[in-house]
């Protein structure tokens, strides 16, 4: 009896199945990096363009769109084909990158991410579904874990890459260095990727995703201006929030009449769901705050070069993969995970706490360790926020709702690097006035006379402070919220064949 799912493991299709996979797994890696590799670069960008008060947003916009757009592609990529929705995700990436390698002022640098984002964010879904669609389902799991590999690469490499060719070479070249690796992986998917002739038939929810875009945008746009481009209690600021909070009604209600909802509101019915959605929220505005705004520190306030702040924050990677890891060998062995959000937030809270009191003068070693106790907490909860909502839901559901946990952990992001750019943006120019626009890099902010520089760096220390009690405080919310998850065992989900 023929094996409807036979294993490629030999001529020419295991040459086209390995370039479609080497393809596909350097776009991932192209998009992936695009969420970290500006943040060591960032302090040079401000320095070139000005525009201080919006410096979170470089990062805000690329997360938030890729949030927002990755939900559709997975059921455009149904309608009109994996590969061609792949030419067009890939298309608009690498437009948006030479868009952000030109950008001249900070606001084209922002809509130029935005743009990257929008691209980007179908490669996080499509690369999954190509998998499904090249690879036979007892061989899917070994490729997942190739592309997780990738994620975790993305985060050593991103902030070294970020600040060794911004000193080296020039800031617009972490953009310009997408256009030939994204061309080359692209020509390598197309002559390997064959058309499979297949469709299939979606409703698209347009207007839920346009109400989401509508309601999160806002509400990221009001909180990253409120205070400074416009007073809090202004008409603009009420207007904001007023048609934030209009929209994000009006998704709920059409999420619950949609027939292929974004966010399928049952599942907040669960509590695995609804919990690790509030744990995955949390994580992600302290993973992207710190990225985003520890290099500032350790350029400005330290003195280090571009390329050292991005080795210097190994750390904090080596805390992630090495807990992660773990986390994940404990879970396939006994089946379960209750502890593991409750140890992740008691270093990820203890982390953050402790980096709201460095100082300029903090050794390293002090602020290595802190950045090693806060990975291994990320690296706690980061498997168990995907696997045990994947273990709770019936199978058919499951690509829905990883989809929709990876969307609520993203929105995390874009809302908390927004919240704490305007907190840092807010303390520098009430500490320095217009002077906090000269806050230059590297060599203690060599180019401005001593008295200058020091007081640039107690001024960026004293403004990092907030943010990371704030986050810290988040972190203990969240642990609270863990001792609220229920248990679901962990059992076998390896899909039968021909599924």
């Not at 792949?86 to 991410?113: E, H, N």
């Not at 990727?193 to 009001?222: E, M, N």
């Not at 995907?386 to 989809?403: E, F, K």
């Amino acid at each position: 009896m023929t094996d409807p799912n036979p294993r490629i493991t030999h001529g020419t299709e295991a040459k086209s199945l390995r370039m479609v996979i080497l393809s596909v797994g350097l776009l991932l890696l192209l998009a992936a990096l695009d969420q970290s590799i500006v943040s060591t670069a960032l302090p040079r960008i401000v320095k070139d363009l000005g525009g201080l008060e919006h410096l979170s947003w470089v990062v805000t916009a690329y997360i938030l769109t890729s949030t927002v757009v990755a939900p559709l592609y997975g059921k455009l990529g149904d309608l009109y084909g994996r590969r061609n929705t792949i030419f067009a995700s890939v298309g608009i990436f690498l437009l948006g990158s030479l868009a952000c390698g030109l950008a001249g002022t900070m606001t084209q640098l922002i809509l130029a991410r935005a743009l990257q984002g929008m691209g980007g964010g179908g490669l996080f879904v499509l690369a999954l579904s190509v998998v499904g669609d090249a690879v036979p389902p007892q061989d899917r799991g070994k490729i997942q874990g190739v592309f997780a590999a990738v994620f975790s690469v993305s985060s050593v490499i991103g902030p070294f890459a970020g600040g060794w060719l911004t000193e080296h070479a020039d800031w617009h070249w972490i953009f310009f260095i997408n256009l030939p690796l994204g061309a080359l992986a692209l020509v390598g998917f197309a002559l390997s990727f064959k058309p499979r002739g297949t469709r299939v038939s979606h409703q698209i929810d347009w207007w839920g995703a346009f109400a989401l875009t509508i309601g999160v945008g806002g509400l990221t746009l009001w909180t990253s201006l409120g205070g400074r481009s416009f007073a809090w209690g202004s008409g603009l600021s009420l207007g904001m929030i007023a048609v934030s909070l209009a929209a994000l009604a009006a998704f709920v209600r059409i999420e619950t009449t949609a027939k292929e909802p974004i966010l399928p509101l049952w599942l907040f019915k669960m509590n695995v769901f609804w919990v690790t959605s509030v744990l995955g929220f949390v994580v992600g505005a302290a993973m992207f705050g710190a990225v985003t705004f520890l290099p500032i520190y350790l350029q400005i306030a330290t003195g280090s070069t571009p390329t050292n702040s991005g080795l210097e924050l190994i750390p904090l990677t080596v805390g992630i993969l090495t807990a992660s890891t773990l986390a994940g060998r404990y879970m396939g062995r006994t089946g379960r995970y209750l502890i593991l959000p409750k140890l992740g937030m008691s270093g990820l809270a203890i982390g953050l706490l402790g980096l709201a009191q460095i100082t300029a003068t903090t050794p390293y070693p002090i602020f290595a360790g802190l950045l090693l106790v806060m990975g291994l907490g990320m690296g706690c909860i980061f498997p168990v926020v995907t696997t045990a909502v994947q273990n709770a839901v019936p199978r058919h559901t499951l690509g829905t709702a990883t989809a929709a946990g990876i969307l609520l952990r993203q929105l995390g992001g874009a809302l908390g690097v927004a919240a704490f750019g305007a907190i840092f943006s807010a303390s520098l120019f009430a500490q320095l006035g217009e002077a906090a626009s000269q806050v230059s890099v590297g060599e203690g902010g060599s180019g401005i006379d001593p008295a200058q520089a020091a007081a640039m760096a107690d001024a960026v220390v004293l403004a990092i402070h907030p943010i990371y009690w704030i986050a810290g405080i988040a972190a203990l919310v969240g642990l609270a919220f863990a001792f609220l998850l229920e248990e679901v065992p962990l059992v076998n989900r390896v899909p039968p064949r021909g599924e």
